[in-house]
């Protein structure tokens, strides 16, 4: 699998969004704007990315897989990091920083596939 710089980006967004949302769930009872931000900046990272793609499929580069799993994923992991944001604002808990970090590990993994779409799998 090639590796961009996107896939990494999203990665590390991912790691600090997990990160923050743990932490939290420790420290304290409520999300605070660290942990909101941090999902607000993967969401804003999404659409970027999902920008990007359509630019660079328009521009001629093929996606190795299927388009619309591609883009099925795409348009699912931009619903994931808006609906643990809504979670958070609306149920001030412990458990509304976890849905937070979830939100980033899922986002995550759903990145690691989107990348292994898009540039084709290699058989190891």
């Known amino acids: 699998?090639?590796?961009?710089?996107?896939?990494?980006?999203?990665?590390?967004?991912?790691?600090?969004?997990?990160?923050?949302?743990?932490?939290?769930?420790?420290?304290?009872?409520?999300?605070d704007d660290f942990t909101l931000v941090s999902v607000a900046v993967l969401e804003l990272f999404l659409l970027v990315y999902g920008v990007s793609a359509a630019i660079r499929q328009a521009g001629g580069q093929a996606i190795s897989g299927e388009s619309w799993e591609f883009w099925g994923y795409l348009i699912t992991a931009l619903f994931v990091p808006a609906l643990a944001f809504i979670w958070a604002v609306t149920d001030k808990s412990r458990w509304s920083n976890l849905v937070l970090a979830a939100s980033g590990l899922t986002v995550f993994v759903m990145l690691f596939r989107m990348e292994q779409i898009w540039d084709g799998v290699v058989a190891a």
């Open 1 to 31: 699998m090639i590796v961009d710089g996107f896939f990494i980006a999203g990665a590390l967004i991912c790691a600090v969004t997990v990160l923050l949302g743990v932490i939290a769930a420790i420290a304290r009872d409520y999300p």
